[in-house]
C-alpha cells in the first residue's frame, strides 16, 4: 500500500480519533447491520394474503416489484462490473421503501445450461457440485454490498421445488393450442372436442376423429400443440454437441457462446410455437416501458411484412411464393426455390430443356447432376454466408418453367441460394429490375430484367443501361397492362392493393403477413438442464406426465459430459448425456390407464427455460399446490392505471437479452395468462438497461495484456516492470488481467463507498470506465459525513437542538427535493452530487467537527440512506433512534426554502427609492405590486397619497407614481 492511501492513513490515526471513520470501521459497522438485517427479516416484504390481509395501514400502501436480471453463478465469481445493477436497483428499492411502498425486491440464480455446465466439466466437478459452491461464493460477495434482498424469496433454477413448476409450464404449454378465432391459446382437450363433435374437420383427413389411429390422432394434435417435436431443419453445433435456437446464432452462423461453427441438419427437436403470438408480442410492446432501441430490436427480429401469396403452375404442381412487392408481378422473369425446397425433387426433368442456356447447368450434363451437386454446396453454408449482399449470385437451372399467372409467361426455375427454405414458402418470383439480389443474378444468368416501376432517379426505362435495380417505392407502374388486369399508370401502393384484389378473386393468390420470427427451438442434448416431463409410449407417442410425478428430477450420474465433435465436422449427430442411463430411461408409469412401458425424453430445456417465469415464483416461493396463488399475483403484478398488461415495476439488466429473454419470457407469459394462470400478460412494464463498466486494458510490446493493477502511470505514459505498456477501454475479466472484485474494494474502503462509486461514476444507462484510484473520492464522502455527525473521541453524536439559519434550510431543502427526484429518475450520480454538495455546505458552515442542528443531520442521514445504507443505519442509531433506517420516511422538502436566491426589488415613489425587497426571481408582476403596496415603508412613504398608476417590472422594480 502507498503512503498516500487514505485508508491506510485513517487507520494509522484510528488510535488518535478512534470514532473515526476508517476502512476498519466501516467493516465493523457493515457486517454488523448485515447480521442484523438478516435476522430482523428487515427486507422481508409482506405478501397480500397472510400479514398484509391484517395490516390495514400495510394494506394501504402502494406496490413496487423491483428486480435484476438474475445471475448465473459462474465460477469466476463477480468482478465490479457484475453488482452495477444489481446495486441501482437496491438503491431504487431503498428508496421505493422510504417514500411508502411495499416493495418487493430479491435475487436469486439462473444455474442451469451451459456455462455452468461448460465450467463442470473443465474442472472435472459434477455441474451440481461445482454450480453450488459458485452460488455460495457469489452470494458471499452479493452480501457483502448490503443489497436489501427478500431473501426468503430466493431460489435457484436448478432446485426440484422450482422446475417442478418449470416442467409443470411445460406440460401446460404442451397440452394447448392457438385458436386464431379467439385470439389465444387454449387447452388441446377443447380442440379434441371439436374434432370429436365434428364442428371442426380434422386437417389431412377425411375419416371422423373416432375412426383415426391414436398415432394419427396424436400427429393432428402435434400440428396444433404449443410445444410440439418435428424434424426439421436445425441449427447444429457439433462444437458444443447440442442444437441451438435461432436466437444463440450469430450474425456470422456461430454459436453465441464458445464462437463454433453451426450447420442446418434435419433432427427430430422440441420447438415452441411463439410465431403463434407473433402479432400479439407486436402490439404488446406499445403499452411497455421500455428503451426504443430494444422495442425495435424486438420489432426487427418478429419482423412483420405485409405482402402476397402467388401461385404459378408448374408441371401439374405450383410453386407458392411469398413477395412483398406483388405489383411487379410483370415483371417477374424467373423464380428461385430454395435449395432444399421440397418441390426440388419432384421436378427435375431427365434432360436439359432444348437450347439451355450454358451458364445456366453449371457444367452438369442433366438437371439432377446439377441440383444434387448445388445442393451438397449450399448445405455447408450459413444462412448469413448465403444472404450476403456482395457475394456473387450462384444458382442452377431446375430444367423447368413455371407460367406467370399475370401474363401467361414461361418463366426458368432456378434453385439458388440465396433463397432460404426458412422464409416465406422458400420460393421467389424474381423480379430483378428491382430487386438488388435478383438483379445481380440476373445479370450473371442473363436473364431478362424487365422495368415495370418507372424510375424517378431519370436512368430511364431501359435496363440494359442500369447498374443496378430501382428499388424505391415512391413511383408509377409501367409495363404492366394485362389481359385481365392493368397496373398501369397506379402508385406502388394502390398497386399492390388492385393485384392483390386480383390475385384473390381469381384463386392465384392473396395478401398475407409473413413474419422473420420462427419458432423457437426447445431442446438441448446437454445433462445440466430440466428433464422433459415427456415420456414415449410403445407406438412413439408422447405424453406429458401428470402434476403428481413432477418435479422429474434430473438423475444424478456419473458421466454427464455433452458428447461434442470435431466443430467443423456437419455430418455428425448428437448424443444426449442422458440417453446413457437405461434405468432412467426405461420407466413402467401408470400414466391413468394402468402400468405400461415408456421411454422417456432424453433431451433437456434450455437454459432459458427457468428464466421464461421467474418473476411469478418470487412471488409465492414455497407454494406447492400451484406455480402462484392468483390473489398474490394480481397483487405484486396485475394491470392497473399505466401498466395496462401489468408486469414487475422496475427490470434492470443488461440489452443483450433484446430477443433472447426478454422475447421468450414474454411469451410464456402470455400462454400463462391465456390459460388463466397469471393476471399479467407481459412480465415486465419497465424495463431498464444499465451500461456496463469498462476497464483499461494494458499491453506490452508484443500485445499481451499485463496486470493492470501493476501498471504504474508517469509523463503522461503507462509503465508496467519498466517497459511501456499501451493502454485502451476494455472489457472488464480475468483474461484481460484487469478485474477487480467487489471483495477488494469492499476491504480497502468499506461497501458503502463502493456503493457511492459505482453509483456516482457516470449515468447509469452509460458505459464508463473503471478507475480505482477515484474510489478514495467517495470515501471521504463519508468521512465528512461521518465527521459532521459523530465526535470522533467519543462515538457520540455532535448534534445541537439550535435552529439552523436560513441558508442551511435553503441548501438542505434543495438537497432533500432534488435527492428526492433523482433517486425516482434512477439518476443516482447527480443524487450523491447534490448530497456532496449539502454535505459540503455543512462542513463549512458548522466547522469539521460538526455541531450541526438535529433538524439538519437527521433529513442528511435520511437522503443518503439508499445510497449508503450502512453508515446511514449506524449514524440514525448513533442520533439516538432504536428502529431501523430502512422503513423511515424519506425526508419531504419545504417549498419555502426552493425558491432559488432571492433577487432585490426596489421601489420607487415619484423616481425616489422609499424600499428595497427581497422577492423570488420567478415573481408574478401582481404578486410583486401586492407585495410592494402591503411594504411598511412604502406605506408610511404614500402616507394615504392617491396612486395614479403603478408600473412593474418584475421581479426588480416597482415605480409608484401619485397625485
Ligand atoms: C418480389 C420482389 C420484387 C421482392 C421486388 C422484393 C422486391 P421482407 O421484406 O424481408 O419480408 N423473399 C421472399 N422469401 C424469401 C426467401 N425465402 N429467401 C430470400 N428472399 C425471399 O422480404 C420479402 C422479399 O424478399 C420478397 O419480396 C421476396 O422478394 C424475397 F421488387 O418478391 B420479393
Redesign the pocket.
Known amino acids: 500500500m502507498s503512503e498516500t492511501n487514505p485508508a491506510a492513513t485513517a487507520a494509522a490515526s484510528a488510535e488518535a480519533a478512534p470514532h473515526r471513520y476508517t476502512a476498519a470501521l466501516a467493516a465493523e459497522i457493515e457486517a454488523r447491520w448485515q447480521d442484523f438485517w438478516d435476522v430482523d427479516g428487515t427486507y422481508a416484504a409482506p405478501n397480500p394474503t397472510g400479514d398484509l390481509a391484517d395490516d390495514a395501514e400495510l394494506a394501504a400502501k402502494p406496490k413496487k416489484f423491483i428486480m435484476d436480471m438474475f445471475p448465473y453463478p459462474s465460477g469466476a465469481g463477480l468482478h465490479v462490473g457484475h453488482p452495477l445493477g444489481y446495486i441501482a436497483t437496491d438503491v431504487y428499492a431503498r428508496f421505493q421503501r422510504m417514500t411508502g411502498h411495499n416493495v418487493l425486491h430479491t435475487l436469486g440464480f439462473d444455474a442451469f445450461g451451459l456455462p455452468a455446465e461448460q465450467y463442470a466439466v473443465q474442472t472435472g466437478t459434477h455441474p451440481r457440485v461445482s454450480t453450488e459452491a459458485n452460488m455460495e461464493n457469489m452470494k458471499a460477495q452479493l452480501r457483502r454490498l448490503g443489497l436489501g434482498h427478500d431473501k426468503r424469496r430466493s431460489f435457484a433454477t436448478i432446485d426440484p421445488e422450482y422446475y417442478k413448476w418449470t416442467q409443470w409450464i411445460f406440460v401446460q404449454i404442451f397440452n394447448s393450442w392457438y385458436d386464431d378465432e379467439a385470439g389465444k391459446a387454449r387447452p388441446i382437450s377443447e380442440l379434441v372436442v371439436l374434432f370429436e363433435s365434428g364442428e371442426r374437420p380434422v386437417p389431412g383427413h377425411t375419416r371422423a376423429w373416432s375412426e383415426l389411429t391414436a398415432a394419427e390422432r396424436a400427429d393432428v394434435l402435434g400440428e396444433f400443440r404449443l410445444a410440439y417435436a418435428s424434424d426439421a431443419p436445425v441449427n447444429w453445433c457439433p462444437g458444443l454437441g447440442t442444437v441451438l435456437a435461432n436466437e444463440e446464432v450469430t450474425a456470422d452462423g456461430r454459436s453465441e457462446r464458445g464462437n463454433f461453427p453451426v450447420f442446418k441438419a434435419k433432427l427430430r427437436q422440441w420447438n415452441m410455437r411463439i410465431t403463434a403470438y407473433a402479432d400479439r408480442l407486436l402490439e404488446d410492446l406499445d403499452g411497455l416501458d421500455w428503451p426504443e432501441a430494444i422495442k425495435l430490436q424486438q420489432r426487427n427480429w418478429i ?1 412483420r ?1 405485409e ?1 402476397a401469396r402467388v401461385d404459378f403452375p408448374v408441371d401439374g404442381e405450383r410453386i407458392t411464393v ?4 406483388p405489383d ?1 408481378l410483370f415483371g417477374a422473369t424467373y423464380m428461385v426455390l ?1 435449395p432444399e425446397h421440397p418441390l426440388v425433387e419432384k421436378f427435375t426433368p431427365e434432360a436439359w430443356p432444348e437450347g439451355t442456356h450454358e451458364a445456366w447447368t453449371g457444367g452438369h450434363a442433366t438437371p439432377a447432376e446439377a441440383v444434387a451437386a448445388y445442393r451438397a454446396q449450399a448445405a455447408a453454408k450459413s444462412d448469413v454466408e448465403r444472404q450476403a449482399e456482395a457475394k456473387d449470385k450462384t444458382g442452377v437451372f431446375t430444367g423447368v418453367f413455371a407460367v406467370n399467372p399475370v401474363n401467361g409467361e414461361q418463366v426458368p426455375v432456378f434453385i439458388a441460394d ?3 427454405m426458412g ?2 414458402t ?1 420460393a ?2 424474381a ?1 430483378p429490375a ?2 438488388t439480389r435478383d438483379f445481380a443474378f440476373a445479370r450473371a444468368f442473363e436473364l431478362p430484367i424487365r422495368c415495370v416501376v418507372e424510375p424517378t432517379d431519370g436512368r430511364g426505362t431501359d435496363t440494359a443501361t442500369w447498374d443496378d435495380a430501382f ?1 424505391s417505392y415512391d413511383a408509377k407502374l409501367v409495363n404492366s397492362a394485362g389481359e385481365s388486369v392493368t397496373l398501369d399508370g397506379l402508385a406502388v401502393p394502390e398497386a399492390k392493393a388492385r393485384i392483390t384484389e386480383w390475385l384473390t378473386e381469381t384463386g392465384l393468390g392473396e395478401g398475407t403477413v ?1 413474419f ?1 420470427l420462427r419458432d423457437w427451438l426447445f431442446s438441448r442434448q446437454r445433462y445440466w438442464g430440466e428433464p422433459f416431463p415427456i415420456v414415449y409410449d410403445e407406438d412413439g407417442i408422447a405424453h406429458a406426465l401428470p402434476e403428481s410425478m413432477l418435479p422429474l428430477e434430473l438423475p444424478e450420474v456419473e458421466d454427464y459430459s455433452p458428447r461434442t465433435f470435431e466443430p467443423d465436422d456437419a455430418d455428425t449427430q448428437p448424443e444426449t448425456p442422458l440417453s446413457r442411463n437405461d434405468e432412467w430411461v426405461h420407466v413402467t408409469l401408470d400414466l391413468g390407464d394402468g402400468p405400461k412401458k415408456y421411454r422417456r425424453e432424453t433431451n433437456t430445456m434450455p437454459n432459458w427455460a427457468g428464466s421464461c417465469w421467474y418473476e411469478f415464483r418470487y412471488l409465492d416461493p414455497h407454494n406447492d399446490r400451484e406455480l402462484v396463488d392468483p390473489a398474490i399475483e394480481q397483487y405484486w403484478m396485475g394491470p392497473r392505471e399505466g401498466m395496462p398488461h401489468g408486469g414487475v415495476d422496475l427490470y434492470v439488466g443488461g440489452a443483450e437479452h433484446a430477443v433472447l429473454h426478454l422475447l421468450y419470457a414474454r411469451f410464456w407469459s402470455k400462454v400463462l395468462f391465456d390459460l388463466g394462470h397469471v393476471s399479467s400478460a407481459e412480465p415486465f412494464h419497465k424495463l431498464y438497461n444499465q451500461g456496463m463498466i469498462q476497464a483499461y486494458v494494458y499491453r506490452d510490446s508484443r500485445g499481451i495484456a499485463v496486470p493492470a493493477a501493476e501498471v504504474e502511470e508517469r509523463d503522461g505514459a503507462f509503465w508496467y516492470q519498466g517497459e511501456k505498456v499501451s493502454r485502451l477501454l476494455g472489457k472488464m475479466g480475468k483474461s484481460l488481467k484487469n478485474a477487480v472484485t467487489p471483495d477488494e474494494i469492499a476491504a480497502e474502503y468499506g461497501a458503502d463507498t463502493l456503493r457511492l462509486y459505482e453509483m456516482a461514476m457516470g449515468p447509469l444507462d452509460v458505459s464508463r470506465p473503471w478507475d480505482t484510484r477515484a474510489v478514495v473520492g467517495q470515501f471521504r464522502l463519508l468521512q465528512r459525513l461521518w465527521r459532521n455527525i459523530v465526535d470522533e473521541n467519543t462515538g457520540a453524536p455532535t448534534v445541537t437542538d439550535a435552529e439552523p439559519d436560513e441558508d442551511t434550510l435553503r441548501a438542505l431543502n434543495k438537497a432533500i427535493d432534488g435527492v428526492g427526484q433523482d433517486l425516482e429518475g434512477l439518476r443516482f450520480n447527480t443524487a450523491i452530487a447534490k448530497v456532496t454538495e449539502l454535505n459540503n455546505h455543512l462542513t463549512k458552515a458548522y466547522g469539521s467537527g460538526g455541531a450541526l442542528p438535529r433538524t439538519v443531520a437527521e433529513p442528511l442521514v435520511l437522503m443518503i440512506a439508499p445510497l449508503a445504507p450502512h453508515i446511514a443505519e449506524e449514524l440514525w442509531h448513533t442520533l439516538g433512534h432504536t428502529d431501523s433506517v430502512v422503513h423511515q420516511d424519506f425526508p419531504v422538502a419545504d417549498p419555502r426554502y426552493l425558491v432559488d436566491d432571492t433577487v432585490t426589488c426596489v421601489v420607487q415613489i415619484k423616481g425616489k427609492v422609499k424600499a428595497r425587497l427581497e422577492v423570488p426571481p420567478n415573481i408574478s408582476d401582481e404578486e410583486l405590486e401586492k407585495a410592494a403596496l402591503g411594504d411598511e415603508k412604502v406605506v408610511a412613504a404614500l402616507g394615504g397619497a392617491p396612486i395614479r398608476k403603478v408600473i412593474v417590472r418584475a421581479p426588480k422594480l416597482v415605480n409608484i407614481v401619485t397625485g
Open positions: 419482423g411484412s405482402g411469398f413477395t412483398t412487392r411487379t430454395a440465396y433463397v432460404l422464409y416465406g422458400g421467389i418470383m423480379v428491382h430487386d428499388a409473413n422473420r
